[in-house]
């Protein structure tokens, strides 16, 4: 059972919003740890997509944003597209296993 | 341009040992931790493993713990994950990724490598 939580699927039409959720514990996220997020397209690696809770690397563009409040955090895409269609996963630290953790995961489907 | 690539995977036994390795270039290797994360077929991404930029600091995580060693050759510039005793359920594609600090995202990752247990 993944330490973070997240949704296992969601779906939106092209031009549409939709958030992705990610529920952590006082030992992760809401201890103060970053969270962080990654695309995967089908049959590749994963992809940074957002740093630091809410920070694009470069080359990213700016209709996807994160979010942090309290223990939880959320992946926000603004104006769906069809190259979108990806699994997503959250990252944090977990002070009580002492390293990393990551979110089952959510296939974003655009319908 | 940054490049992490794996190699060393393929089919063992169960209750056998591989050792997977991951060249980096384009970036300074000896500057970032470096961290092994699988994914078994049609699963979630699973943190492996995690060693500090001079080698310092190790971390496993509980499924692997006792049966797998991270270790890294700054001078060649490559991670290596010495897998034993390995599990069906130790199936999936490793990838090696950094991070610029112990706490800090995985900014690139490798395109994984393939381990297959069974019999």
């Known amino acids: 059972q993944p330490v973070l939580t997240q949704p296992p699927s969601v779906s939106g039409a092209p031009g549409q919003r939709v958030t992705i959720s990610c529920t952590g514990s006082n030992s992760n996220i809401g201890a103060g740890y970053d969270v962080h997020w990654y695309q995967q397209l089908p049959e590749t690696a994963p992809k940074l997509l957002i740093y630091d809770n809410s920070n694009r690397p470069s080359g990213v563009p700016d209709r996807f944003s994160g979010s942090k409040s309290g223990a939880s955090a959320s992946l926000a895409f603004s104006g769906l597209q069809a190259e979108d269609e990806a699994d997503y996963y959250c990252?944090?630290?977990?002070?009580?296993?002492?390293?990393?953790?990551f979110g089952g995961g959510t296939k974003l489907t655009v319908l | 341009e940054v490049q992490l690539v794996e190699s060393g995977g393929g089919l063992v036994q169960p209750g056998g040992s591989l050792r997977l390795s991951c060249a980096g270039s384009?970036?300074?290797?000896?500057?970032?931790?470096m961290h092994w994360v699988r994914q078994a077929p049609g699963k979630g991404l699973e943190y492996v493993s995690a060693?500090?930029?001079?080698?310092?600091?190790?971390y496993y995580a509980n499924s692997v713990r006792g049966r797998f060693v991270v270790s890294r050759d700054n001078s060649n510039n490559t991670l290596y994950l010495q897998m034993g005793s390995l599990r069906a359920e130790d199936m999936a594609v490793y990838y090696c990724?950094?991070?610029?600090?112990?706490?800090?995202?995985?900014?690139?990752w490798g395109r994984g490598a393939l381990v297959t247990v069974s019999s």
């Open positions: 990252q944090s630290y977990d002070s009580s296993l002492g390293g990393w953790v």
């Open positions: 384009g970036f300074i290797f000896s500057s970032f931790t």
């Open positions: 060693l500090s930029a001079n080698g310092g600091e190790t």
């Open positions: 990724a950094r991070s610029p600090s112990w706490h800090s995202r995985f900014d690139y």
